[in-house]
Each structure stands twice: as structure tokens, then as C-alpha cells.
């Protein structure tokens, strides 16, 4: 199994460009969940995805959009990079969305920069 | 409301020597689990140990264990016999099951080991 992948693993933006970070997951976990993180800030929940067809907010979720057509990818969109997006960005996984006992199992992270 | 607390920035501890990192969580939810990940200065998260609501004892896992006090709302994790290879940054998560089963990530705590 190669777990969670995401690409790129850096990226470098102008502001007001836009691109997708790739996430792809071969557990078949029915949830996964993107993440940006800042310096003394922790992990803040973008947006996250029950199952194929479902997505949902999180916490930040202005300026990134998602979609779920297939259980193993979750691709973020970043539709007009502004530099406040620059951050560390995982993408994670886990079982069951109806299971509170499941960790998540992360991808390696993307680090994006907006100039 | 902060859902989780991590409230030490920074922690020492000698090679050899215990170490406890401190989590405080809030929530109304009977069903939720507890988690603690690891991320070293690569930068990968790495799940370390889990504890569920219901657990009655406190987890354990090599040299991890988590003291869980649910009247208390708090869930420390412990490291002992500490290694350099532990200098890393940790995470207390919770998953409550009222809440689709969301992650919810602290601040995170530094620790570095000393030799």
C-alpha cells in the first residue's frame, strides 16, 4: 500500500494564480480531510469528505474548493492563490466516518508559497 | 470554545528522563476518542496512541501511554525513557462522533530531548 499521497510536495505561486493539490488514498477510507498548517496554529480543517459525492466545510474553508467522484482522490483547489495561503497542506484519511475510534493517516504535505 | 488545549509551547527533558505533554479537551459528546500524533522536523505526522470515552484504562503503547482523566477532561500524554530521536513536535486530536466524527487538533507542543 503506498498510503496517502499528495503532489506536489512544494509549490511556488503568484498571487492570483490558481492550481489543485492531488490527494489519492488506496485504503479505501471512506473519509478524508484537508488540512493547512501554520506556525502556532496546529492543524486547521479545510474541508473534509465523507464518502464519494459528499464534501463538507471546515474551519477555513475560503478561497479552496473540493470535490470527491472517487473514493481514493481528494483534490483541493486553490482558485485565486492570495499569500495568505501560504502554508503546510495534508491531506488524510481514515476509516468509517461514522467510527470515532479511527486515526487519520496523513500524506507527507505539501508546502506552498504565494508571492 | 478551543475544542482542544495544548497549553506548553516548549518542553526539555533529559535523555532517559519521563516526560508528560498536556491536553485538555472540551466537548458534550458521550462517544469521541482521543489521539496523540508525533511530528518530527521532516515533517510527516505519525499516529502515535489512542484512547476512547469508554476505554476504562488508559492506553498504552511501547513507551507512550496516556493518562486519560475524563472527569477532568484531560488526556496527557507519556513519553518514558526518553530518546533524542523523540525531539518532535505533538499533537492532541479528538474525534467526536456529534460532530460527523471531525478531527480537531491543538497547538501542539515542542519537545526536545536533551543528552
Given at each position: 500500500n503506498a498510503g496517502v499521497t499528495q503532489t506536489p510536495k512544494f509549490q511556488v505561486l503568484k498571487t492570483g494564480q490558481s492550481m489543485t493539490l492531488q490527494c489519492a488514498q488506496d485504503m479505501n477510507h471512506e473519509y478524508m480531510s484537508w488540512y493547512r498548517q501554520d506556525p502556532g496554529m496546529g492543524l486547521r480543517l479545510i474541508h473534509y469528505s465523507v464518502g464519494a459525492g459528499i464534501t463538507d466545510q471546515g474551519e477555513v474553508p475560503n478561497g479552496y474548493n473540493v470535490s470527491r467522484s472517487t473514493t481514493e482522490d481528494f483534490p483541493l483547489r486553490l482558485l485565486s492563490a492570495a499569500p495568505s495561503q501560504t502554508s503546510v497542506y495534508f491531506c488524510a484519511s481514515s476509516y468509517s466516518p461514522s467510527g470515532f475510534s479511527y486515526e487519520q493517516y496523513f500524506g507527507p504535505g505539501t508546502r506552498l508559497t504565494v508571492t | 470554545a478551543q475544542k482542544i488545549t495544548q497549553t506548553q509551547p516548549g518542553m526539555f527533558v533529559q535523555e532517559k528522563e519521563a516526560v508528560t505533554l498536556d491536553c485538555t479537551y472540551d466537548t458534550s459528546d458521550q462517544s469521541y476518542g482521543l489521539f496523540w500524533y508525533k511530528q518530527p522536523s521532516s515533517g510527516e505526522m505519525i499516529f502515535l496512541i489512542y484512547q476512547g470515552s469508554y476505554d476504562e484504562q488508559n492506553a498504552t503503547e511501547g513507551r507512550y501511554s496516556l493518562n486519560f482523566q475524563k472527569a477532568r477532561k484531560s488526556a496527557n500524554l507519556v513519553i518514558s525513557a526518553?530518546?533524542?530521536?523523540?525531539s518532535a513536535m505533538y499533537f492532541c486530536a479528538m474525534r467526536e462522533r456529534n460532530t460527523g466524527n471531525q478531527f480537531y487538533f491543538g497547538t501542539g507542543t515542542s519537545l526536545t530531548v536533551i543528552p
Open positions: - | 526518553s530518546q533524542l530521536g523523540d
